[in-house]
């Protein structure tokens, strides 16, 4: 997905850690227990285009300067999610209520609005819409680390 930023996050809060797994930018993680967004991508993650009629694979779209399987994350702020890629309750972003709590589904690495059967969640964030904001695009703003 690609990295949306609604809402600064504060940069000095930033790290870099190694989640043990290829990772894009702008995926919601749980890192040592806390909720976070890649910020970058590991710095093994490649991506493929096509271009001209020939497809490309294998270009380096991770984190530079960045080993392994390490990414930077960001613990605050609001980031944009796409709305199909929640878990179990999805949240239609014409409707959703404001400061709505978002859990993290363990088993799925996604986002839900309620408990998925079965499965492990970990708080994440609060749904985070402003008055103007634009909901005809199936994202959903999500602010890392508040509960309502």
């Avoid at 997905?1 to 894009?24: E, F, H, I, P, Q």
């Avoid at 819409?129 to 005809?136: E, H, I």
Wanted: hydrophobic share 35%; aromatic share 8%; net charge negative.
């Amino acid at each position: 997905m690609a990295l949306n930023l609604v809402y600064r996050n504060t940069d000095s809060k930033n790290r870099v850690r190694d989640l043990g797994k290829t990772l894009a930018s702008g995926q919601p993680v749980i890192a040592a227990g806390r909720p976070a967004n890649t910020v970058t991508g590991s710095a093994d993650y490649t991506r493929t285009e096509n271009q001209f009629g020939y497809t490309i694979s294998g270009i380096p779209a991770g984190g530079i300067g960045l080993e392994g399987q390490e990414v930077t994350l960001a613990f605050d702020g609001t980031w944009e999610y796409p709305a199909a890629d929640f878990d179990g309750t999805k949240p239609d972003p014409r409707t959703v209520a404001q400061d709505t709590d978002v859990n993290f589904v363990v088993a799925s690495g996604k986002l839900t609005l309620a408990a998925v059967a079965g499965t492990t969640v970990v708080p994440f964030g609060k749904i985070d819409l402003t008055k103007d904001y634009d909901r005809s695009r199936g994202l959903v703003p999500v602010q890392i680390g508040e509960r309502a």
